[in-house]
């Protein structure tokens, strides 16, 4: 169909995953770059998703191997863009492949390489919370399930010895020959779809996060929650290993704030601690659990619902105030903290065996340099700039460029889905108006 | 909009960006046994009702402990906007804690706040710096200057 | 290392023992200290009732200071503070700086900000650093722990610059480790003595300094380490009244400023320390040391 029946789909995460799909279904070459070594994103580390309580990666995976089954869908992980020339209807974009050091067309995917690797460094996938080999498969659900050899972290890549990976590799997929690559891509419009990351609330101090042991952020309780955890479904606390009985969740760290951390609500963080509570209760049915809230975000579709089930069928405390310092106990690791109950102005204290601080969740990262290759506008936030928000709310401020997901701004999964077909729309538009000619 | 007047904060103190979080009540040390609550301070001033306020008992129950501002995350600084009522109170004649009177007329006769004090010992023995061997040091120079540039202390504007 | 000893209003005109300590120590470590005729309050007990008078009083302290060509050394933590915000208010607003000026004329003094304000505990860690202090120490209190209480002010505003982390304080851990005890974490370290809610309500004051002492009692710490004269107050000179307020006649807390510990693990005689006007009991925790030094 030639250059104009071509998208470029940048991040791999349910965004692209979605606008990937939706444009390859209707006939339209997709090039999806991703640039870990697997497709899935933020919504592949989570244990359900509210409010429906769905399993995350349960209802991901299935697309994840449709994006990597599709004859329309060239997927290239480990890739990233570096560079862009051209305009709407007519881009040409530059992406480099990082080697893999496994060769695609070989690896089975059993794993021996990882488990003869000796380099263990922290997994990135399990917010750090245990190790992971040089050789590695991020999750067990990765798409491509294929592995690849971390090259910060490989002895051999780094100091020339080792190779115990190669020797034991029955199919001899381990290639430690492979150079990078890189291509140049003819395509209609680009997709921006490079999705979020998350504070770390170290300079909060006050929060006693790193420096108390049960201090966790959200994202890390969900992967300490998670069957494919570092506990394997078991929640336990760090300090010793056992259940927690009491668990309160802090919100807003480092969001609204005008002082350290983001001014603006990340959306969805009122509404993961519901879920989450009710997770531990799942869990540990004798736990008390109390969510700390400022605002109640409760908007969308379901989302009252859910938080009155969360209080009236799981027992979960919401309680409007905010702790201004968290205390450890030497003996026993617990935390405390005073508190007010602005509804009711009562001064209170309250003692937990795990605390968890649901922090802001920023736009990726890498948006900065992305958005100087791309030549489009980002906000003093690393979010891409509408010009026209309230008409053309996916657009950037270079035509044909087109953004969907959190990196517009923040918001849930299923608006996400919603503004990936909205992208898909919008450069299909592109395309029709480019093979006019 | 009310002005609550600062001199370090010149603007105003900016009592608008509160959202009411409650993270300065949460860490006030005097909340936990009185009735001063930073966030409802906040609040009121908020809605307009600067009069109440001044005439509250508990707008003196500050211990300026500073966490309030601290630890605020909307650089509210609720210990500033409680100073400044309290001052302003003061000024308009409003009823305030006796104590700061005794303080204040102490300043203005010997410039501290109070004069030496004789101490003892487990064995009720008595001393005073000159018997432990501490020099002795001078009040200012020009008592009366002193005094004046006191008084036009007070009669500074706020902001 | 030359310093104006800026002393405020409590350690001169009552907790001699302070003053007495911390002149000595300093002597011993090469630190000179400048006593300046006519230094006044420093306002801090009068922002209630008027701030400007607060920055008058700070301000004309710090000419004073300035007209000597020395930095400002406020033993006291409420002093330090409310020193401090003056200077970092007038070091941002020349026309604060004229206001005050016109005032501070009236006694022929000029604020132009070229004095610096100094805390013990900066001087200690920084200008004579732990090295220099180990050196100068002719025993250790190995095996004592003590409860660092660090005080409001040294620890906040953080925005005008204190010499502590307001949220995880080391320094005078630190130096308390120097003289070779522990320094531990306890969850109430951060807490106010209550001393400033004394001028409205005392009993609530001496039930928040009781709080703390309470909860420090079954820690296992042989002692308090204070840095300022209002703190020290509260819990050395009213630890009788705060046991009989808070009903809790099991506290026994040695109360020492950090310069009456140093002094005495320089080998000074604890009379010599200003320890005999101590009111907590500080005799049990001297005893001890006495006691692991002879044997």
Known sequence: MGKAASVVVIGGGIAGIQASLDLADRGVRVHLVEKTPSIGGKMALLDKTFPTMDCAICILAPKMIEVYRHPNIELLTLSEVTHVEGGAGDFRVTVAKKPRYVDESKCIGCGVCASKCPVRVPDEAQMGLSTRRAAHLPFPQAVPLIYSIDERSCLYLTKGICRVCERFCEAGAIDFEQKPEERVIDAASIIVATGLDTYDPSPLKEYGYRRFKNVVTALELERMITATGPTEGQLLRPSDGRHPESVAFIQCVGSRSLSEGYPYCSAVCCMHATKEAILVREHIPEARVTIMYTDMRAFGKGFREFVNRARDEYGVEYIRGKPAEIREEPRDSGLSFWYEDTVTGEILQKRVDLLVLCTALTPSRDNKRLAEILGVELDEHDFFVQPDHMLSPLGTTREGIFVCGYSQGPKDIPDTIAEASGATAMSAEVMRRAMRG | ?159 | MRYALYLGCWIRTELYNVEMSTREVMARLGVELVDVPGFSCCGYPLRSLNMPTMFYLSARNLALAERKGLDLFALCNGCHASISEVKHALDRDPELVRQVNDNLALEGLEYTGRSRVMHLLEILSGDVGVERIRASLTRGLEGFRFAPHYGCHALRPSVVGRPEDPEDPKILDGLIRALGAEAAYYPERLDCCGSSLGIYDIESALKMAGAKLSSIKGRGFDGMVVVCPFCYKMYDSRQDVIKRVVEDEGIEIPVFYYTQLLGLTMGLDARRLGLHLNQSPVELAIQRMEEMWRG
Not at chain 2, 33 to 48: A, F, I, N, T
Not at chain 2, 64 to 71: A, G, L, S, V
Not at chain 2, 99 to 128: A, K, W
Request: charged residues 25%; hydrophobic residues 35%; proline residues 7%.
């Open chain 2, 1 to 159: 909009m009310i002005k609550l007047p600062s001199i370090i904060q010149r603007g105003g103190v900016p009592y608008e960006q509160c959202n009411q979080c409650g993270k300065c009540a949460s860490g006030c040390p005097a909340a936990r046994y009185l009735e001063l609550r930073p966030r409802k301070v906040v609040l009121m001033v908020q809605r307009g009702k600067i009069d109440e306020l001044l005439r509250s008992g508990f707008i003196w129950e500050c211990t300026q402990c500073h966490q309030c501002m601290e630890r605020c995350p909307r650089d509210v600084t609720p210990f500033d906007i409680i100073i400044s009522l309290q001052n302003t109170a003061v000024r308009a004649g409003l009823p305030f804690p006796e104590n700061l009177t005794t303080i204040s007329n102490s300043i203005r006769s010997r410039s501290l706040v109070q004069g030496d004090q004789e101490v003892f010992d487990g064995d009720f023995e008595s001393y005073d710096r000159a018997s432990l061997g501490l020099p002795d040091l001078r009040p200012p120079e020009n008592m009366e200057a002193f005094r004046e540039a006191l008084d036009k202390s007070f009669g500074w504007d706020l902001s």
